[in-house]
């Protein structure tokens, strides 16, 4: 119920933010939780990949990119995701998640989400992801060009 609450608290928000371009940086600012943690007392490895659901949420509502989703009906489908820790996180502990789009293929949208707590990485996950209509995959290009025409897909990882 908590990660509902959090999103619910996400999206009302994101109504006084400032919209984004597809290349924008969001960062959303969270704290951990009692329910975040494991049996280290520390941030459980699963709830990065989770939090990293309202990243990609916030992303997805400030660019237009939500509204046309739910508009078309399509899904947006995690394809492959990786995180790599470097620091824990501790009850209470107050962190910024930035979420950025690197690049897109014709198929796939590919982001990169960083903890960050006092200026310091603390994991560092990499997603590829796509959006699925009831007719199949949704080109990337496509939807880019449908919220914010002459946007082209940076040729490499940063």
Known sequence: MNLYLR???LLIKSKWKKPMQPLDTSVIRLRVLLNDL????????????TIMDLG?????KRTGTLD???K???????GNASIDFQRPLKLWQQYDLHTRICRWDEKWIYLEQI??????IIAQ???????RGKNGNIPPQFIID??????????TDD
């Open 115 to 120: 903890f960050y707590s006092k200026e310091k």
């Open 56 to 60: 990609r949420m916030d992303l997805l």
């Open 146 to 155: 449908q919220l914010h025409p002459g946007f082209s897909s940076p040729t």
């Open 68 to 70: 046309l989703a739910m």
């Open 7 to 9: 999103l619910l608290i």
């Open 125 to 131: 996950g990499h997603i590829k992801g796509l959006l």
């Open 38 to 49: 494991d049996l280290n007392r520390h941030m459980n490895n699963g709830r990065f990949l």
């Open 72 to 78: 078309n009906k399509w899904m947006p489908v995690v």
